[in-house]
C-alpha cells in the first residue's frame, strides 16, 4: 500500500485519498495507451462516442444561510476560508458541525462551504443516511422540497432543519463552449464510464452548464467514488 505525504488539493474530508493501492505495470501501461489514443482523437477533432473528464468526490458537507450561521455559531459570524475550491469564489470554511439524524445517532465534523447561500441544505451519502436512520432523496443541488430532516449544532447554537438532507445527483460541470463542442445540453443525462478493475457505467449524470465550470468535471459523492475506485482527479470518459 502506498501512501500519500498529504490529501489531494479538492477535499480532504473524505479520506479516500490516504491510502491507495499501487496500480500493476499492466494497469498503468494500458491507462498509458487509452488516454493517448482519446488525446490523438480529440486533437484531430474526432470524438468516439464521448469525451474525456475529471472526477471531484465530494466529502459530505454543508451549504448555509446566513441567518443558519448565525444561530449555530454566533450573531454575525462570518465564515473563514481553509481552502479555494474548483469554483470562483467557492472554498472549504474551517468551520464545522455535528448532524444529528431521527434515530439520534450524530456525525460530526461535517464542513461548512462558503459563501453563505440562500438556502441551508446538507449532502450526505447514502450510507451516512443509513447511519443517521435517514432516506436520503436523490436531488440536484438545491431542489430540497419534500427532503429529511436533521439537526444542525454548532458550537454557539443548534437549529432543527425540517428539509434540506440529501444525496446529491451525479453530474458534470462544463463550460458553454465545451458543451457545444461535445454535443451536449443543460439538464441532458448521460452515461459515464470509469475503466480499470473495479471499472463501472455511471447512468443517469447530469449535465450542467456555465461560464464558470471548466474544464468538465463530473462530481459524485464518496459512496459512488468507492464503488468505482476512484479518486480526485482520476481521468473517466463520458458516453454519447
Not at 468551520?95 to 450526505?124: F, H, K
Not at 440529501?166 to 463550460?175: E, F, K, P, V
Not at 454535443?183 to 459515464?192: C, W
Amino acid at each position: 500500500m502506498n501512501y500519500r505525504d498529504r490529501p489531494c488539493s479538492i477535499c480532504e474530508d473524505c479520506r479516500l485519498c490516504e491510502a491507495v493501492t499501487a496500480p500493476s505495470d499492466e494497469e498503468r501501461i494500458v491507462s498509458v495507451v487509452r488516454n493517448t489514443v482519446f488525446r490523438v482523437l480529440d486533437q484531430q477533432a474526432i470524438t468516439p462516442s464521448g469525451f474525456e473528464l475529471t472526477v471531484g468526490v465530494s466529502a459530505r458537507h454543508l451549504h448555509i444561510t446566513e441567518e443558519d450561521l448565525d444561530v449555530i455559531y454566533g450573531q454575525g459570524h462570518a465564515l473563514t476560508s481553509m481552502r479555494d475550491l474548483a469554483g470562483p469564489g467557492e472554498f472549504a470554511a474551517e468551520e464545522t458541525v455535528t448532524l444529528v439524524g431521527p434515530n439520534m445517532r450524530a456525525i460530526q465534523g461535517i464542513r461548512i462551504l462558503g459563501p453563505c447561500r440562500s438556502q441551508t441544505q446538507v449532502e450526505l451519502a447514502p450510507t451516512d443516511g443509513v447511519f443517521l436512520g435517514m432516506a436520503l432523496p436523490m436531488r440536484a443541488s438545491g431542489d430540497v422540497a419534500g427532503t429529511a430532516a436533521a439537526t444542525i449544532i454548532g458550537p454557539g447554537g443548534s437549529l432543527y432543519l425540517k428539509e434540506g438532507a440529501i444525496r446529491a445527483d451525479r453530474h458534470i460541470h462544463i463550460s458553454p463552449e465545451e458543451a457545444a463542442r461535445y454535443g451536449v445540453s443543460d439538464g441532458q443525462h448521460i452515461q459515464v464510464e470509469v475503466a480499470g478493475p473495479a471499472g463501472l457505467t455511471f447512468n443517469q449524470v447530469r449535465i450542467r452548464i456555465s461560464e464558470k465550470f471548466s474544464p468538465p468535471t463530473m462530481h459524485i459523492d464518496t459512496d459512488d467514488g468507492n464503488a468505482a475506485s476512484v479518486r480526485c482527479g482520476d481521468t473517466v470518459r463520458a458516453l454519447l
